[in-house]
């Protein structure tokens, strides 16, 4: 049999259940909140590299790092690169003017193009360009080494150098992205 209880005492015992399934329930969001934040910033696959002071963060299968006020996204980070020895100016060189591209590899010059023009905005426009004496094929402006100009072609051994304002990437074609990279590496103070 079932023992009687008085009106006032079930309102009590059904209170008394509603509060404490209120408090669990808050306790349980509030923690799975604070862990998923602390999760999402600490394991969730997110890799950080620091180098020279810099830190680069890896998303989306880019390495992004803040350099000034611009931020940059490589698909290496300065570590799975080579240095550069030679000079090449600096990133200052290229604000607020053109930038012309001569590629023999689309995706070593999106790399460079992204950088400097669509990501954020240093250079006033970039566009493809022929160097004088050389054979182009297509209908692009002739250039000089007085302009800002970068020239992207393939061949057997590895070397970014600067002649005047003209920067030649050259490599196999599987590196020259990484060139490309270690090049705004080189430009941006980070090596």
Aim: overall charge positive; some cysteine; proline content about 2%.
């Amino acid at each position: 049999m079932r023992r009687l209880i008085s009106r006032a005492e079930e309102e009590k015992k059904k209170r008394r259940n509603q509060i404490l399934v209120g408090v669990v329930l808050i306790f349980v969001m509030f923690f799975s909140v604070i862990g998923y934040s602390l999760g999402n910033f600490q394991t969730s696959g997110t890799a950080i590299v620091n180098y020279n002071g810099f830190k680069f963060t890896q998303e989306s299968n880019l390495w992004k790092v803040n350099v000034g006020s611009f931020q940059f996204s490589f698909k290496y980070n300065p570590n799975q690169v080579g240095k550069i020895s030679s000079t090449l100016n600096l990133l200052s060189n290229y604000q607020d003017k053109p930038l012309y591209f001569s590629s023999e590899n689309s995706e070593a010059e999106s790399e460079i193009y992204n950088n400097l023009f669509v990501q954020n905005k240093i250079v006033q426009r970039a566009q493809p360009a022929c160097l004088s004496g050389e054979k182009c094929s297509g209908n692009y402006p002739i250039k000089t080494c007085d302009d800002n100009f970068i020239i992207i072609k393939e061949g057997n051994s590895s070397n970014v150098r600067q002649d005047k304002n003209c920067v030649f990437i050259e490599g196999k074609t599987e590196d020259l992205v990484s060139l490309s990279d270690s090049f705004l590496f080189k430009i941006t103070g980070i090596q």
